[in-house]
């Protein structure tokens, strides 16, 4: 081999030396600039993560509402049937008092009727007696005469 081959074989080194170099300043470069990517991509997941974790918190408060909301409605209700059941028994005990105070009624016209009889009877025989009273001073009136 000459020396020309040598040196251009030397300089091939060289130059494949930078070319290596070069690449492997552009590796270096290229894995820094992937770690710093994976390190924004982790603090994205955090942020992923802190948002899907506020995320599903607010799916759960607002399942948590949704589940409130329908408690209150079947409440509600629930007060509601009871207030109209308490107006229906409210309204079945004034009919049966009602009912009551219809038969007491009743039962103290046929006795204020008995007594009305009764006074009838008691006023005819207290007429009768005067009558009767009163004819026998009259005869005696006129037996004296």
Same mark, same amino acid.
């Not at 509402?65 to 409210?90: M, Q, T, Y």
């Given at each position: ?35 710093? $990517? ?36 079947? $409440?509600?209700? $629930?007060? $509601? ?65």
């Amino acid at each position: 081999m000459s020396n020309k081959s040598i040196q251009k074989i030397r300089e091939q080194r060289i130059e494949m030396n930078s070319q290596i170099d070069k690449l492997y300043n552009s590796v270096k470069s290229l894995s820094t600039s992937r770690e710093k $990517a994976i390190q924004i991509l982790e603090r994205f997941e955090d942020i992923d993560s802190k948002k899907k974790d506020k995320l599903q918190e607010e799916l759960k408060t607002r399942r948590l509402v949704h589940s409130l909301d329908r408690n209150i409605e079947d $409440a509600e209700r $629930a007060l $509601a049937n009871a207030v109209s059941e308490r107006f229906s028994l409210n309204t079945d005990f004034l009919s049966v008092q009602l009912l009551e105070l219809s038969i007491r009624l009743q039962e103290q016209t046929k006795a204020s009727k008995k007594a009305s009889k009764r006074q009838r009877k008691l006023t005819w025989a207290i007429v009768i007696i005067g009558v009767s009273s009163l004819l026998v001073t009259i005869s005696q009136l006129f037996e004296w005469i």
